[in-house]
């Protein structure tokens, strides 16, 4: 654990809970990994619904994740209720369109995933 001191010299953060622990860059049309990092597996749940496998446990389900897909598309964690665990997430790819903000699958050959939080 190390800890850095701010600019100001009044406070300090912690590096080790900064960090990123786990990443990933994948297509979610053939479940391909570009790159990733403490990631085992990605499963297929279907058009555009992908669960990410970590490597190493995180300590709870209470870590952020952050995604993104390509061409102005939406990732959403959580995917119909799919809460996240300490060994996987999901992320579901769409595009929102008309008045209503219908949402329609959207796979893509670009999607980035991340999580931060306390490893086990």
């Not at 790159?35 to 300590?59: H, V």
């Not at 390509?70 to 369109?97: A, I, M, W």
Request: proline share 1%; glycine share 10%; with cysteine.
């Amino acid at each position: 654990s190390i800890l850095v001191t701010g600019e100001g010299n009044s406070t300090t953060t912690s590096l080790q809970q900064g960090l990123c622990k786990q990443w990933i860059k994948f297509s979610s049309v053939d479940h391909s990994t570009a790159d990733s990092f403490n990631t085992t597996s990605i499963t297929d749940n279907g058009t555009a619904d992908s669960s990410i496998t970590i490597n190493n446990n995180m300590a709870s389900a209470n870590y952020s994740i952050g995604a993104l897909g390509t061409d102005y598309h939406t990732c959403e964690k959580d995917y119909q209720g799919t809460d996240p665990t300490s060994t996987l997430y999901r992320l579901f790819n769409f595009n929102v369109s008309g008045t209503g903000g219908q949402r329609t699958a959207n796979e893509e050959d670009r999607v980035y995933g991340h999580i931060f939080g306390d490893l086990a």
